[in-house]
């Protein structure tokens, strides 16, 4: 069974600093890239960081570069999703993805972010 389990997100002030975790079986885990979305209320899911099966290659949105990084620790079978500086703007609920260019993507169910001006 396909599981991915997010943790970390919370209530932060802006300027405040986050760790996203995302925790998945080892079959789920294993030679997969893996990535972050968000989606604001009222607004689209978006692509916020992606990071490759072996941890060399990384992307991520305009909006969080050089604020936002995506790391992955595959002994731990786990991807995290450090946000500092946090804004009004990144407010929104992050998701974890496995695959997430596809063909076999998955979602997990989600973590809140809120950030205080």
Do not use: H
Not at 20 to 43: E, H, N
Not at 46 to 54: K, L, M, N, T, Y
């Amino acid at each position: 069974q396909v599981q991915l389990v997010e943790s970390g997100g919370g209530l932060v002030q802006a300027g405040g600093s986050l760790r996203l975790s995302c925790a998945a079986s080892a079959r789920t885990f294993s030679g997969y890239a893996m990535g972050w979305f968000r989606q604001a209320p009222g607004k689209d899911r978006e692509f916020v960081a992606a990071i490759s099966w072996s941890g060399g290659s990384t992307s991520y949105a305009d909006s969080v570069k050089g604020r936002f990084t995506i790391s992955r620790d595959n002994a731990k079978n786990t991807v995290y999703l450090q946000m500092n500086r946090l804004k009004p703007e990144d407010t929104a609920v992050y998701y974890c993805a496995r695959d997430p260019m596809g063909p076999d993507t998955y979602w997990g169910q989600g973590t809140q972010v809120t950030v205080s001006s």
